[in-house]
Structures are given as C-alpha cells and as structure tokens.
C-alpha cells in the first residue's frame, strides 16, 4: 500500500469497525480507497480518518463500501443444481438433519436458496442454516425477505409462485421460508467459527483477501466441518493448494473436508 498515512488509517478502522485491513489485497484496497475518498470530498487519509472518527454515518458508508453487495438467487444455476441432486442428497445419507453455514451472505439470496433446495427434496427436513455478514444493514434486509426482478432471474416461474407473493415490483418470501434460516452478524476475520458443519457455502468472498488470510479462513473452515463436509466456493475462486489445506475436490467449486 503506497497511499500515505496508511498505517494511521488502518488503525482506525479496526478501532472503529473490528475490521483489520492486513486481510486484504493492497492494490484493490488501494483502489477501492481512493474511490471513497474522493465521494467523501477528502483528499488523503489523515483526513479521511479523522472524517471517520467524528461522523458515525462515514463508517457506516465505509463499511458498506468494504463489504460489497452482490447477490442473487441460485447465483451460478448449474451449480445450484448440482446441489441439490449430488451434494445435498449425499450429506442427507450420512445426517439426517444438516447443519449449515452460509459465510458472507449478504441480502440472503444464497441461504434461501439453499433453504428452498432443501425444501423440495426434504420438506420435513428440520435443517439448520445459519447466515452471517459482516453488515448489519444487509442483514436487515436479509430478514424481511423482499427481493427484486433481478434478484430472481435464475427462480422459475413455479417457485416464484410457491415461495413468494408479488406486490408491485417487489417479491416477499413466504415466512415458512424465513423461518428456516437464522441470521447474525460476523466478522469472518475475527469471531469465532460455528462448529459441526455438514455444509459451508462462502461464495465470491475471499476474493478481495489476501493469500494468507484465504489459507487462513479455509483451514478454519476445515475445522469447522465434520469428516466429510462440504465447502462449497464462488465461480470465481479455487482451492489451488485443496490437498494441503485438508481438502479432496468433488467437482469444480466443492470441496470435502478430509479428516
């Protein structure tokens, strides 16, 4: 990171937010700063500190800024297919009831999804999926369930029937949907993991992380899934050393936990 006054920045945010900055790649960061900076009206980031330290609605901005939106149902469809008539019906064979973990789910797209799968194929199923952002607001948004068209362009037209209700322009989940997911607010870098894990979908997350805070993040997933367990990645990303980190690919994007 060349921008000047960075270590002074850096120290900040992790006293304001918990977020530490070493995690993730300096030239995107670098980037991804000088953009915000300049919506700010400020011109280094002595003074962009000092912006933060006194307006609480900056480090909300700055925060939403870092933890970048983007999301949808069944994002990557033939993937999500895949799930549902390989991945899920195998960790069904070996535990009845599924503990799993959606890792940066944003609006909630992706835990739904996966609670919609696991409806169709095990609708007695009593399944346990938590999803976790590092931002409050998301979660919010995540909880009431209301999505837009371009939300669910990969959701048939049967399913959108099913599981949602239309008013105007926006789609409301069913609560009996709502209800199968839990959600809470987590900071992947620093809290502590859930444990016991049959599936953890973390998906186009760890891209802006550096290689040593992804070596990180994926050998703790690997302690938080049972022998056998499931990582499932983004289209976008790869487990180029999966052996050494305690990983057997099953096909492109998952990933078992060898214990």
Known sequence: MNLPGYRL??????????????????TQMERRLQTIMRRAGVSDLAAY???????????????????????????????????????????LKRNRTLRIWSAGCSNGSEPYSVAMLLDEIDP??????????????????????????????NVSPARRARYFTQEGPNFLLTDRLKARVRFEQHNLLSDPFPTDLDLILCRNVVIY????????????????????GILFVGGTESLLKARELGYASVSPFFYRAVK
């Open 9 to 26: 920045f850096q120290r900040t945010v992790l006293d304001l937010t918990g977020i530490d900055l070493d995690s993730y790649k300096g």
């Open 49 to 91: 500190a000092r912006l933060l330290s006194r307006c609480p609605e900056r480090v909300k901005e700055f925060r939403d800024f870092l933890t970048i939106n983007v999301s949808e149902w069944l994002r990557n469809p033939d993937k999500f297919e895949e799930l549902q008539k390989v991945i899920l019906p195998e960790l």
């Open 124 to 153: 007695a199923g009593r399944h346990q999926i938590l999803a976790t952002d590092l931002d409050g607001e998301i979660l919010k948004a995540a909880r009431a369930g209301i999505y837009q068209e371009r939300d669910l362009r």
């Open 209 to 228: 992380f550096t290689e040593e805070a992804k070596d990180q993040l994926y050998r703790r997933f690997h302690a938080a899934l049972k022998p056998g």
